[in-house]
Every structure is written in C-alpha cells, then in structure tokens.
C-alpha cells in the first residue's frame, strides 16, 4: 500500500469515527418526555405565574409581582411547569 493510499484510509476511517460519535452523541441528547426549559424560560414562566396569581388576587398592576406576559407565549411555553404558588404550596 502507498503512502497516499494510507493517509486516504486514515482519512477515511478518522471521519467514520468522528461521525459515529456525533450520532451517538445527538442519539444520546433526544428525549421522550417534555422539552426542558432554559433558564431565562423557567425564570420567564414563574414571573408570569406570581403575575397572573397576584391578578387573581385582585392586586392593581402596579403592585404585582412578577411580569406581565410580554410575549403572549406563557400559555403554551409554561403550562406543563409548576407554577410559583404550587412550589410554594409544596414546601
């Protein structure tokens, strides 16, 4: 075998390798169950949450906790999360 044919198998087989490993990898990182939030969505979906409470309540808004939802997605971003008075309620 030449050396050109030998770098070309070593080429070859590092790719293979390196592919495999990737898509064991991206395998690994898929899950069944809901999509976990980032941080700045749980802290998103819990302000909202002691807002949508504090209007329940009967506070004016300019005495709530939380945010108000700016970006009209809290219903369908946070409604399988536990709310901030769930949490409460659980401690």
């Known amino acids: 075998m030449t050396d050109t044919a030998r770098k070309h198998r070593s080429a070859i087989t590092l790719a293979v390798i390196v592919g495999g490993l990737v898509t064991l990898a991206s395998l690994t990182q898929q899950t069944d169950g809901p999509r976990q939030l980032t941080a ?3 802290e998103y979906c819990e302000m909202t949450a002691m807002w ?6 009967g506070f004016v808004e ?10 009209g997605n809290a219903a369908s971003l946070c409604s399988p999360q536990i709310t901030h008075g769930q949490q409460l309620a659980s401690r």
């Open 40 to 42: 700045s969505e749980a």
């Open 62 to 71: 300019s005495q709530r906790r939380g945010w108000p939802d700016f970006h």
């Open 52 to 57: 949508q409470e504090d209007a329940k309540a």
